[in-house]
């Protein structure tokens, strides 16, 4: 993938569209229905305010698995000092250890200057804040403390592993990531929803937001990898013109268009040649 392209559609394109489903989330009122659902107006709290299963889930389970892959992509990154054979892995285990640390880490520090906060503290579900008329906060307008979910965006650190494969040009890796990252970070989503901890956008944004640190931490990976890529492409060419490259003129036997046999055998040599090359390329 050339960097032009992975810039308009991974840093750009996908990180839009998250960010214009999150604001539409929010405009729509569907925050509000999808609060409501989970809203008991008979005890006056959310179903899953004080569940203790859902808290262990949420605080303890989940969050575990992002933290065994930074555990592990910490160990090949130290080993590949030491081993010959895991060099080329250093630099994307650091990036999906970066994107582990620095998603909960930037989605804290939006919390406080967004404005929405979380649901349970609203006056309509029994808190005691208004509902704020602007998105980010400022003067006169309070941080929410909740948008976006850190939860939410330590389940989507695993979309790390996507980009992983992406670089490494591995299919199965990138698949695996893509559906662990979006598998965990909607459930623990649903999980705050539940707890009245979270609006179904701010789950959103933090999706919209791990998307873009992801797409970025991986760029110089990416780009890197597009000039080796050309530049052996262009070694390729050059290889099949090689002066080694003996081609007979002699006038043997004609092939239809004029010209002699061996010449047509000597063409179609280069150019299976050249495609075997740049098979090989694209195989790494």
């Keep these: ?5 992975y810039l308009l559609t991974h840093v750009f ?4 569209a998250l960010a214009l489903l999150a604001w539409a989330i929010g405009l729509s009122g569907l925050d509000m229905r999808v609060a409501h659902l989970t809203y008991d107006d008979v005890t006056l709290t959310f179903v899953g305010r004080h569940s203790y299963v859902l808290s262990l889930l949420a605080d303890r389970v989940l969050v575990a698995l992002p933290v065994l892959v930074g555990t592990a992509a910490l160990t090949v990154a130290l080993c590949s000092f030491f081993r010959p054979d895991l060099t080329a892995w250093r630099g994307i285990s650091v990036a999906v250890l970066a994107v582990i640390v620095a998603g909960p880490l930037a989605a804290i520090a939006l919390k406080h200057v ?3 906060p979380r649901p349970h503290m609203l006056q309509i ?3 005691r804040l208004a509902l704020p008329t602007r998105f980010f906060a400022g003067e006169g307008q309070p941080s929410g403390g909740a948008l976006p979910s850190s939860h939410a965006a330590f389940g989507f650190t695993l979309l790390g592993l996507y980009f992983a494969g992406l670089a490494a040009e591995w299919r199965n890796l990138m698949r695996w990531g893509l559906a662990l990252g979006v598998a965990l970070g909607v459930s623990l989503s649903v999980l705050r929803v539940a707890q ?9 944004w933090s999706a919209a937001l791990l998307w873009l640190l992801s797409a970025l931490i991986f760029l110089p990976l990416m780009a890197m990898r597009a000039r080796v890529a050309g530049a052996r492409l262009r070694e390729a060419d050059v290889g099949s013109a090689a002066p080694g490259t003996h081609v007979s003129l002699r006038p043997e036997t004609r092939v239809p268009g004029g010209r002699s046999a061996s010449l047509h055998n000597a063409v179609r040599s280069v150019h299976s040649s050249g ?3 740049v098979s090989s390329i694209l195989r790494k």
């Design 1 to 5: 993938m050339s960097t032009r392209r």
């Design 13 to 16: 394109g996908i990180t839009a």
């Design 114 to 116: 967004t404005a929405l």
């Design 125 to 127: 579900f029994g808190g």
């Design 196 to 204: 009245g901890a979270h609006f179904l956008s701010q789950t959103v």
């Design 275 to 277: 495609k075997s090359t």
